[in-house]
């Protein structure tokens, strides 16, 4: 198996079609998925709480627009900003890829927050603890969604799974490299895993915050050692200690680190709401 990955050139058209003006992108239809897989998710878990379905898909609208905002902002600020701002009309350019999942999980929290304000009966850590498991499987899509747009690309590698990404320009797409954002991606299948199986563990009512907080510390721990594999996204932190995705990453482990131990009683399973209007 190690011999047939050995070497491996991909150069696939991130355009799964052309006809002009159309053409969809892999990395299109893989960001759909991951929503798609999302909602699925969601329809269980807010049956499994009694809940109206209809509530989770008006939760699931504004968790779409955090997303797409927070990560693309979380890009431009702090990955290339002086890139986009010479380049203004690069800003909304999505489908190009440069989406950051530390401004992504950014934005979901205030999204969790303003939508825990509104709903009837629902706190902020029962919903992030509903939110994190979709959210977990719809990384891997995004990140096979950057495998396709040969983008987040790893350093040089003479591992045998070392990826020759042929798409990148010059001599740069004849090295063998990282699948850095497989890497990920299987990051987030792991961390998947682990909070069903808790979800299921617990009944379907884990105790409050500790699948949120159980997210951030594998997700972010996971991806602070895999920014080890990476070239520097961020030109202007190429010679600090720590890189900028690892330097976002320390905050959000500390977060999950104090909900998990100073937040969450792990004695008292979370609520059923199984009555949402008052």
Same mark, same amino acid.
């Given at each position: %198996? ?9 150069? $696939?058209?991130?355009?799964?079609? @052309?006809? @002009?003006? =159309?053409?969809?992108?892999?990395? /299109? ?10 909602? %699925? ?17 008006? =939760? ?14 979380? #890009? ?19 489908? +190009?890829?440069?989406?950051?999942? #530390? ?5 979901? $929290? ?15 850590? &029962? ?17 096979? /969604? +950057?495998?396709?747009? @040969?983008? =987040? ?10 990826? $020759? ?5 010059? *001599? ?5 490299? #990282? ?16 909070? &069903? ?7 379907? #009512? ?10 951030? $510390? ?31 990453? =320390? *905050? %959000? ?22 009555? *949402? +209007?008052?």
């Amino acid at each position: %198996m190690i011999a047939l990955l050995q070497n491996l050139t991909w150069g $696939i058209d991130p355009e799964i079609f @052309s006809l @002009s003006p =159309i053409a969809p992108r892999w990395y /299109g239809l893989l960001f759909a998925g991951a929503f798609v897989s999302g909602y %699925m998710f969601g329809v269980k878990m807010w049956k499994d709480a009694g809940r109206k379905v209809e509530e989770m898909e008006s =939760i699931l609208t504004w968790i779409l627009v955090a997303t797409v905002i927070g990560a693309r902002l979380g #890009h431009v600020i702090f990955y290339d900003p002086s890139y986009y701002l010479r380049n203004l009309d690069q800003v909304l350019a999505i489908w +190009n890829g440069g989406l950051a999942s #530390h401004g992504a999980a950014v934005g979901v $929290i205030i999204a969790l927050y303003y939508q825990a304000k509104k709903a009837p009966k629902m706190n902020f850590w &029962w919903l992030a603890d509903r939110v994190v498991i979709p959210s977990a499987v719809g990384g891997a899509f995004i990140r096979t /969604g +950057n495998f396709f747009n @040969s983008e =987040i690309v790893g350093s040089a590698t003479d591992a045998p799974w070392g990826v $020759i990404f042929a798409n990148l320009p010059g *001599p740069a797409g004849t090295i063998p490299r #990282h699948p850095t954002m497989l890497y990920e991606a299987l990051l987030c299948l792991a961390v998947f895993a682990v909070l &069903w199986f808790l979800y299921k563990r617990y009944k379907a #009512h884990p105790p409050e915050g500790s699948l949120f907080g159980i997210f951030l $510390i594998m997700l972010f721990t996971g991806r602070f050692f895999l920014e080890y594999t990476k070239i520097p996204q961020a030109d202007f932190a190429t010679e600090w200690a720590v890189n900028m995705g690892q330097l976002l990453s =320390i *905050p %959000m482990v500390l977060i999950g680190l104090y909900i998990v131990f100073k937040k969450v009683d792990w004695g008292k399973r979370s609520s059923s709401m199984a009555n *949402p +209007n008052p």
